[in-house]
C-alpha cells in the first residue's frame, strides 16, 4: 500500500510514527514548549531520530476550547518551521491545518501532505490540494473545536464517522485528488464522549475496511485519563496510548500519530514482527 503525497510515495506495508509536533503556545500537551523555530526544529530531529517518517507542524491548536487565530498568524508559526526541517531532514512534513491559504504556503515551504481535522471542506481547499497533489488525511470532527465536547450524540458513532468518512472522500476524488493519495481518521476525542472513543477502537475493522488508509491519533488523550483513573495528569496516559496504539496496529490501521515517538515506535516495530511473523 502506497501513500502518494507530492513527490514522495509512503510505503504503508509497515506501519509508520507522525510524530506531533505543535508550534503554538496553547496545545494541550507541549504548548509553548516549541512555539519558536529553534526549538521546533531542535524537536523535529529528536523526532526523526527515534524514527518518526513524518512531522505533523501545527500553528493552531484543535483542542477542545481552542481559541482560533488567522491565517497570517499561522503562517508566520509554521513556515520558518517547515524550511528547517526540509533543509535538514530527508523526511516527510505535514501541515495540519484547515485554511487555503495556510495549505499554500505550507507546501511552497516544503510540506507534502495536508492533515485537516475539517477533512478540507473549506471552500476551494480540495482543489486545492488536488492541483498541488499532495497526500491528505480527511479526520472526523462533530462541531468545532470551540464546541465539539459538549454532549456529543451519535445514534450509532462508527457507522456515522464511516458514511462521513466516504462522503468527503467521494468529494475528494470528484474535485480530483487522487484515491492513492488519500488517508482517513476517525477523530477520536473529536466530538466524541468517551463511549463513542472506545467504540470506534473496538470496531476499528469496519473503519480499515473502508479501503483507504487509516491513520490514527490517541496520543495523551484526556479520555485516557478517564480510562486509567489519573484525572487530567499527561504522564499516565502515555502508557495507555501505547496500548492503543498497538491494539491498532493489530486491526490494520497504518498511522498511528502520536507525541511519543520512541516508545510508540518500539511497541509499532513489537507488534509488526508478530503479524509479519519475522
Same mark, same amino acid.
Given at each position: 500500500?502506497?501513500?502518494?503525497?507530492?513527490?514522495?510515495?509512503?510505503?504503508?506495508?509497515?506501519?509508520?510514527?507522525?510524530? !506531533?509536533?505543535?508550534?503554538?503556545?496553547?496545545?494541550?500537551?507541549?504548548?509553548?514548549?516549541?512555539? /519558536?523555530?529553534?526549538?521546533?526544529?531542535?524537536?523535529?530531529?529528536?523526532? &526523526? *531520530?527515534?524514527?518518526?517518517?513524518?512531522?505533523?507542524?501545527?500553528?493552531? /491548536?484543535?483542542?477542545?476550547?481552542?481559541?482560533?487565530?488567522?491565517?497570517? *498568524?499561522?503562517?508566520?508559526?509554521?513556515?520558518?518551521?517547515?524550511?528547517?526541517?526540509?533543509?535538514?531532514?530527508?523526511? @516527510?512534513?505535514?501541515?495540519?491545518?484547515?485554511?487555503?491559504? !495556510?495549505?499554500? *504556503?505550507?507546501?511552497?515551504?516544503?510540506?507534502?501532505? !495536508?492533515?485537516?481535522?475539517?477533512?478540507?471542506?473549506?471552500?476551494?481547499?480540495?482543489?486545492?490540494?488536488?492541483?498541488?497533489?499532495?497526500?491528505?488525511?480527511?479526520?472526523?470532527?462533530?462541531?468545532?473545536?470551540?464546541?465539539?465536547?459538549?454532549?456529543?450524540?451519535?445514534?450509532?458513532?462508527?457507522?456515522?464517522?464511516?458514511?462521513?468518512?466516504?462522503?468527503?472522500?467521494?468529494?475528494?476524488?470528484?474535485?480530483?485528488?487522487?484515491?492513492?493519495?488519500?488517508?482517513?481518521?476517525?477523530?477520536?476525542?473529536?466530538?466524541? *464522549?468517551?463511549?463513542?472513543?472506545? @467504540?470506534?477502537?473496538?470496531?476499528?475493522?469496519?473503519? &480499515?475496511?473502508?479501503? /483507504?488508509?487509516?491513520?490514527?491519533?490517541? /496520543?495523551?488523550?484526556?479520555?485516557?485519563?478517564?480510562?486509567?483513573?489519573?484525572?487530567?495528569?499527561?504522564?499516565?496516559?502515555?502508557?495507555?496510548?501505547?496500548?492503543?496504539?498497538?491494539?491498532?496496529?493489530?486491526?490494520?490501521?497504518?498511522?498511528?500519530?502520536?507525541?511519543? !515517538?520512541?516508545?510508540?515506535?518500539?511497541?509499532?516495530?513489537? &507488534?509488526?514482527? &508478530?503479524?509479519?511473523?519475522?
Amino acid at each position: 500500500m502506497i501513500w502518494r503525497c507530492r513527490d514522495r510515495d509512503i510505503d504503508l506495508r509497515v506501519p509508520l510514527v507522525m510524530g !506531533v509536533l505543535n508550534v503554538t503556545p496553547d496545545s494541550f500537551f507541549d504548548g509553548g514548549n516549541f512555539a /519558536s523555530p529553534e526549538a521546533a526544529f531542535e524537536r523535529a530531529g529528536t523526532m &526523526v *531520530a527515534e524514527g518518526a517518517a513524518i512531522i505533523d507542524v501545527g500553528g493552531e /491548536s484543535t483542542r477542545p476550547g481552542a481559541t482560533p487565530i488567522d491565517a497570517g *498568524a499561522e503562517i508566520e508559526r509554521v513556515v520558518p518551521v517547515i524550511v528547517k526541517i526540509r533543509s535538514r531532514f530527508d523526511v @516527510a512534513v505535514s501541515i495540519d491545518t484547515s485554511k487555503c491559504a !495556510v495549505i499554500r *504556503a505550507a507546501v511552497d515551504a516544503g510540506a507534502c501532505i !495536508v492533515n485537516d481535522v475539517n477533512a478540507l471542506r473549506a471552500p476551494g481547499a480540495r482543489e486545492l490540494a488536488a492541483s498541488l497533489r499532495v497526500g491528505v488525511c480527511l479526520m472526523h470532527m462533530q462541531g468545532e473545536p470551540r464546541t465539539m465536547q459538549i454532549e456529543p450524540k451519535y445514534t450509532d458513532v462508527v457507522r456515522e464517522v464511516c458514511e462521513y468518512l466516504v462522503l468527503q472522500r467521494t468529494a475528494c476524488l470528484a474535485a480530483g485528488i487522487s484515491h492513492g493519495s488519500i488517508c482517513l481518521d476517525p477523530g477520536i476525542g473529536f466530538g466524541k *464522549a468517551q463511549p463513542h472513543n472506545l @467504540a470506534l477502537l473496538r470496531r476499528l475493522p469496519e473503519l &480499515v475496511h473502508l479501503g /483507504s488508509p487509516l491513520l490514527l491519533g490517541v /496520543s495523551r488523550k484526556s479520555f485516557i485519563g478517564r480510562i486509567l483513573g489519573t484525572g487530567t495528569r499527561l504522564e499516565p496516559r502515555l502508557f495507555g496510548g501505547i496500548g492503543l496504539a498497538a491494539l491498532a496496529l493489530s486491526q490494520g490501521v497504518k498511522i498511528i500519530r502520536t507525541h511519543d !515517538v520512541a516508545p510508540t515506535r518500539a511497541a509499532m516495530q513489537a &507488534v509488526s514482527a &508478530v503479524l509479519q511473523g519475522s
